[in-house]
């Protein structure tokens, strides 16, 4: 069955870094695009990062220059490196997995059904 399990995240001041891994198994990993989301008020969960299936990555402007993507299609994994982290980057973080022809859409509900496959979600605690 269609998996994303994730490690990484924690705690951190204002400035640090973090890295959050996606490793995925049970569906074609390199055809797929993977997108990074935080959530916000309720279960909305707002898109930050992009992991294209091409090779490309796209960020949100609230993380442009400070988030990138690492994709390792052997080994079925994602990584998303944060820096400089603020105080408003706090949030659990998920990834998730959209099939073809489908991209991650910039909100969706958290574990929703609307795409494919979603990791257990991870805490990123940034202290001022």
């Known amino acids: 069955e269609v998996q994303l399990v994730q490690s990484g995240g924690g705690s951190v001041q204002a400035g640090g870094s973090l890295t959050l891994t996606c490793t995925a198994s049970?569906?074609?990993?390199?055809?797929?695009?993977i997108g990074w989301y935080l959530q916000g008020t309720g279960n909305e969960c707002k898109l930050v990062s992009i992991a294209g299936h091409d090779g490309n990555e796209h960020h949100a402007d609230s993380v442009k220059g400070r988030f990138t993507i690492s994709r390792d299609n052997a080994k079925n994994t994602v990584s998303l490196q944060m820096r400089n982290l603020k105080p408003e980057d706090t949030a659990v973080y998920y990834c998730?997995?959209?099939?073809?022809?489908?991209?991650?859409?910039?909100?969706?509900?958290?574990?929703?059904?609307?795409?494919?496959?979603w990791g257990q979600g991870t805490q990123v605690t940034v202290s001022a």
């Open positions: 049970g569906f074609k990993f390199e055809a797929a695009d």
């Open positions: 998730a997995a959209a099939f073809p022809p489908g991209t991650p859409p910039p909100f969706v509900y958290c574990s929703g059904g609307y795409l494919q496959g």
